[in-house]
């Protein structure tokens, strides 16, 4: 007899022939048995808009909220597919649309409707501010020797058009491959070039490109991702697709490790201000060759650096602020000579609290 609910639509097994495989039983649901907690929450969801926009604004649905558009001349290539199979595997929506620059692929995220008012801002709001750009290599080396030619923190960039958003990434599949193999052509097999790419192949070579990506890291901001391959690219591209939809969320964590936490070699600190003391006693540490009884000097005395810079602002000649802590006592053990922190150590003290020079070499002797 069949479970209640339940219709039974297989026979029973008695007549048939002794050589066929017995069909197994198969069941048909009955609506009644569809009624449960999962088809409930559905239901409920069905019924409130808002709270499946709630549902949606997930930390665990962050990609289904985000979209990457991919211009379509990056189709053009044949190792294009490798793209979207992974970005179709990743679980992203992924949208073919004309981008500008060309080859170019953005992420945007997707603010469900209706918004709950009660969500983060940064996690409901749609954004388009990252922009990977596909370049070829000759290409790429075409912008580098501009770069090079005129160098500066307000050198235009060659790749990107002014309205491109502010966080910029450049991709390159097979540059190396493509600098190792260029050889020069014999003077009666060689094609005549345009001025610009004859410049770029005859000039242009891994020192050249090495100081161009110093460049755009320090004075542009923009990441440049040099690949083998397509397979390498979307890897790539998946873990930015990966780290962009967490961003809202981890931008809205309070980061608590400089009052409350602990970390390798560190010294905790708590809210009330309680091992202070300890932390400016390891900075004094980080420089070389102090021991922990010359540190111990320089914290008795000054027992912050808040006070310590009070003091060098109360000395009125620089020769002054530069010695003011050589002659500190430094606790020597039983039958050690008395000694004091020296002029060297209270120079480089000194020079670190005020000096407005990243590049200055506090270490004389290192």
């Excluded at 990457?68 to 053009?76: G, M």
Aim: charged share 25%.
């Amino acid at each position: 007899m069949a479970p209640a609910g339940y219709g039974r639509t297989a026979g029973s097994g008695r007549g048939r022939g002794r050589g066929r495989p017995r069909r197994p039983p198969t069941w048909e649901i009955s609506d009644s048995d569809t009624e449960g907690p999962a088809s409930a929450e559905a239901a409920e969801r069905a019924r409130d808009p808002a709270a499946e926009a709630l549902r949606l604004l997930r930390p665990e649905q962050a990609l289904r909220r985000l979209a990457v558009r991919v211009d379509p001349a990056i189709l053009e290539d044949a190792g294009a597919d490798v793209l979207m199979e992974a970005l179709e595997a990743l679980g992203c929506e992924h949208r073919i649309e004309p981008q500008r620059p060309a080859r170019s692929l953005r992420w945007s995220r997707v603010r469900p409707e209706p918004c709950p008012c009660s969500v983060l801002p940064e996690v409901g709001a749609a954004e388009e501010q990252d922009l990977l750009l596909l370049l070829e290599p000759e290409e790429f080396l075409r912008g580098v020797a501009q770069l090079i030619q005129a160098s500066g923190p307000a050198c235009p960039l060659p790749w990107f058009l002014p309205e491109v958003p502010s966080r910029r990434h450049l991709a390159v599949i097979g540059l190396d491959a493509y600098l190792w193999s260029r050889q020069p052509i014999a003077q009666g097999t060689q094609q005549p070039e345009s001025p610009e790419v004859a410049h770029a192949k005859v000039t242009v070579g891994w020192p050249d490109v090495e100081e161009a990506l110093v460049h755009l890291q320090l004075w542009a901001n923009v990441d440049v991702l040099l690949v083998a391959s397509w397979q390498e690219l979307s890897r790539h591209v998946c873990a930015v697709t990966r780290a962009l939809a967490q961003r809202p969320f981890k931008q809205s964590q309070a980061f608590s490790f400089c009052t409350a936490g602990r970390w390798a070699a560190g010294t905790p600190v708590t809210r009330d201000g309680v091992g202070l003391r300890r932390a400016w006693w390891r900075q004094i540490r980080q420089f070389n060759r102090v021991s922990p009884a010359v540190a111990d000097a320089v914290v008795t005395a000054f027992p912050s650096p808040r006070l310590l810079q009070q003091a060098l602002k109360a000395c009125s000649t620089e020769q002054e602020r530069m010695g003011l802590l050589a002659d500190l006592p430094v606790k020597a053990g039983d039958g050690a000579r008395p000694r004091r922190v020296g002029p060297d150590l209270s120079r480089r003290v000194y020079l670190f609290l005020t000096t407005t020079n990243p590049d200055l070499l506090l270490d004389l002797g290192s």
